[in-house]
């Protein structure tokens, strides 16, 4: 069985560019301790080559799958048949709130994206200690989630629309933010961490996430979780990272130059993210690569968005160090199809 590898989301901090605060995650906990017992279908799992023209289909989640991530009886729309038994058994699990329910239907009828609930477990949150998870439906006063989720889904539906008009697909391997699972949870004893966690193209939702503030927020959050999926998904082994065989070297070399000195760090940093104590949050230390490489997809996400919507722009991120200008090119290659709306850096 491949190891499903969970991202923990598990350190405040402040911003001076970004919209979000920083979404700090920690390599999966070692083996003593229990992953969340609700790992969808593995990250790693054989993907189709995409043909010249052509799209691959990504796995869609069957009604049984929708029924595990919901947590509902399998029985409980037995009669019904297609998408009615999908909108029957969202419906059961959302019918406290039926506004929240229209947007857990939204979710699924548009993306496939299984509006689930986490299951029960307790996580080992490092040096803050253990952390109890229990499951939670975004109702009511939560309904903001998901409605921000929605919100966020809508836009990224925009962006690919917007950003494959620029140019053909010439990647192998498709950059999938649908259909992923979404598992809602509560984190207990007035913790605020993890706000989120990915594995196997799983989402899990903390509604008593401290970074969650906001739509903007939200939908960033977003894209850097859902980035991790396809940083694990595009790598060449089972083992491995995208981002860990393609970028650690410059990655490392700045590090060794720079260490935590944010004066040094500024010119090589995707986003103006800092850890509360600490330092960029993607050259936080502990955080690895992995969380540069998400930082600069968020920023070439950010960046793009700003060209084809006519929106202010920041400094072009590949405009600065050859580093940066490497990752750039590399990240844009795997993920994007080689599309930049960005100009050319001088003109």
């Known amino acids: 069985m491949k190891r499903a590898l969970v991202l923990f989301s598990l350190l405040s901090a402040c911003s001076s560019r970004s919209s979000r605060t920083a979404i700090t995650e920690t390599p999966p906990p070692p083996p003593s301790a229990s992953p969340p017992p609700s790992a969808a279908p593995s990250a790693s799992a054989p993907r189709e080559v995409e043909d010249a023209g052509t799209e691959p289909a990504d796995p869609e989640p069957s009604y049984d799958e929708l029924v595990s991530a919901l947590g509902i009886p399998a029985a409980a729309c037995a009669p019904l048949a297609g998408d009615a038994r999908a909108r029957c058994a969202i419906d059961e699990r959302y019918k406290a709130d039926p506004k929240a329910g229209a947007l857990a239907n939204e979710l699924w009828a548009k993306w496939r994206i299984a509006p689930g609930v986490e299951a029960?477990?307790?996580?080992?949150?490092?040096?803050?200690?253990?952390?109890?998870?229990?499951?939670?439906?975004?109702?009511?006063?939560?309904?903001?989630?998901?409605?921000?989720?929605?919100?966020?889904?809508?836009?990224?539906?925009?962006?690919?629309?917007?950003?494959?008009?620029?140019?053909?697909?010439?990647?192998?391997?498709?950059?999938r933010f649908r259909p992923i699972t979404l598992r809602f949870m509560r984190s207990m004893n007035g913790k605020r961490t993890p706000s989120a966690y990915a594995h196997d193209w799983t989402v899990a939702w903390n509604l008593e996430g401290s970074l969650h503030t906001s739509a903007d927020a939200v939908r960033e959050t977003l894209v850097h979780e859902i980035f991790h999926l396809n940083d694990r998904a595009h790598a060449a082994t089972s083992e491995g990272w995208w981002s860990s065989l393609t970028l650690s070297k410059?990655?490392?070399?700045?590090?060794?130059?720079?260490?935590?000195?944010?004066?040094?760090?500024?010119?090589?940093?995707?986003?103006?993210?800092?850890?509360?104590?600490?330092?960029?949050?993607?050259?936080?230390?502990?955080n690895g690569v992995v969380e540069y490489a998400a930082e600069l997809a968020l920023r070439y996400y950010r960046e793009q968005r700003a060209v084809m919507r006519s929106l202010p722009r920041e400094k072009p991120f590949k405009c600065g160090p050859p580093e940066n200008a490497r990752a750039w090119e590399a990240m844009k290659g795997e993920f994007f199809g080689g599309i930049d709306a960005v100009p050319p850096c001088g003109t």
């Not at 029960?120 to 921000?148: L, S």
């Not at 800092?274 to 050259?283: C, D, E, H, L, W």
């Open 250 to 286: 410059d990655y490392d070399a700045i590090v060794k130059k720079c260490g935590t000195a944010l004066g040094c760090l500024a010119p090589y940093a995707p986003n103006g993210t800092i850890v509360r104590g600490g330092t960029y949050y993607a050259f936080q230390p502990g």
């Open 120 to 175: 029960a477990h307790t996580m080992d949150g490092g040096y803050r200690g253990t952390i109890r998870i229990e499951p939670a439906v975004p109702v009511n006063g939560d309904r903001k989630h998901i409605e921000w989720i929605a919100l966020a889904m809508r836009d990224l539906d925009r962006f690919w629309t917007d950003l494959e008009k620029l140019g053909p697909r010439r990647t192998t391997k498709r950059y």
